[in-house]
């Protein structure tokens, strides 16, 4: 056969390339972005990968670290597949990424997301349905969506207000404005600050600590506590009794209590 046809051949039979890595440790398990050489963008093979992957968790995993190869977390929506998108198939894009962050948020379990270098655009906005977030001092945070005379599209005017306030966003998406780790941290991105290199090692701390919780606990932080926090006062604390009784009937919640009242359970400690 000659060589040209050879090489035609050998291409279509290649598996396409993963741009998720999962990994599974024990009870927690790793979730990757792995398209370094683009700086993570999210391309929508990627964003459908990332889909499958949470849609297909086995079992016994109770916690996730999703983190980045490479020197960036994530740059974002893919530029390259924005060009030719009418308005209507706009909505339509932008709808599909709410359902998939949408299962990052209000999944099967909670999410640790590992902050590096640039967290940018739909990466800050995909970093934003994680529930514990920690940024190593490389990290910095932008909506470039400003510049690129664009607006948010996966769920960042909804997410990233709640978590560091309307007025934050509109400065970074007006001015262009490029927040520090330290900045991101002061503001309420990031829960944890840590050194360059160190993120992944307290992210998966983090994570083993949370998969030790009781399920119903983890539930109710994922699914009652963001939804409570939107009520007036007197929904939710109706909504807050409900979720307390389903919580400390389980018999996990008894054990539990039982452990600390016959001493074998650890007592909360003073830090340092
Ligand atoms: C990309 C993308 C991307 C990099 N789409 N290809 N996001 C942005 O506007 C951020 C755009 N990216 C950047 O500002 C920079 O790339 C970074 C600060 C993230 C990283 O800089 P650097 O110097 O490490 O890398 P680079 O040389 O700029 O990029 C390396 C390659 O990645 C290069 O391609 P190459 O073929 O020339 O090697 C870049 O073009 C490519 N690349 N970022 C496509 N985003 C649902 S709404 C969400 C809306 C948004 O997210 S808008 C914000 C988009």
Same mark, same amino acid.
């Given at each position: 056969?000659?060589? /040209? ?9 290649r598996? !396409? ?5 999962f990994?599974?440790?024990?009870a ?7 398209? !370094? ?6 391309? #929508? ?7 499958? *992957?949470?849609?297909?968790? !086995? ?13 960036? +977390?994530?740059?974002?929506? #893919? ?8 308005? /209507? ?9 709410? *359902? ?17 270098? /640039? ?23 932008? +909506? ?16 990233? =207000? ?8 509109? #400065? ?28 992944l090692? $307290? ?11 009781? =399920? ?9 506590? =963001? ?7 007197d929904?939710?604390?109706?909504? @807050?009794?409900?979720m ?5 009937? @389980? !018999? ?6 039982? #452990?600390?009242? @016959? $001493?074998?359970?650890? $007592?909360? $400690?003073?830090?340092?």
């Amino acid at each position: 056969m000659p060589a /040209a046809r050879q090489t035609t051949r050998n291409k279509s039979t290649r598996a !396409p390339r993963s741009l998720v890595a999962f990994e599974r440790r024990g009870a927690i398990s790793l979730l990757r972005l792995e398209r !370094p050489e683009k700086r993570n963008a999210l391309s #929508d093979t990627m964003v459908q990968e990332l889909d499958a *992957r949470l849609g297909a968790l !086995p079992e016994g995993v109770k916690a996730l670290v999703l983190h980045g190869a490479g020197r960036h +977390f994530c740059a974002g929506l #893919d530029l390259a597949e924005l060009a030719e998108r009418s308005a /209507a198939e706009g909505v339509a894009h932008s709808r599909m990424w709410h *359902r998939i962050f949408d299962r990052i948020q209000f999944g099967s379990v909670p999410v640790v997301a590992v902050l590096h270098g /640039a967290v940018v655009g739909g990466g800050l906005e995909l970093a934003s349905c994680a529930h514990v977030r920690v940024a190593e001092s490389s990290a910095f945070y932008a +909506f470039p969506e400003g510049q690129r005379g664009i607006f948010l599209g996966g769920g960042g005017s909804v997410r990233v =207000p709640r978590l560091i306030g309307a007025h934050r966003v509109a #400065d970074m998406m007006l001015t262009g404005r490029v927040l520090s780790a330290e900045e991101g941290h002061a503001a309420g991105i990031a829960s944890y600050l840590v050194r360059a290199g160190e993120g992944l090692a $307290k992210g998966i701390e983090l994570a083993r600590r949370i998969a030790s919780n009781a =399920p119903a606990t983890n539930y109710a932080l994922m699914h009652a506590l =963001p939804r409570i926090a939107e009520l007036g006062q007197d929904a939710g604390l109706l909504m @807050e009794s409900l979720m307390a009784g389903i919580a400390q009937s @389980e !018999p996990e919640a008894k054990k539990r209590m039982r #452990d600390f009242l @016959e $001493k074998r359970a650890s $007592k909360v $400690k003073r830090r340092g």
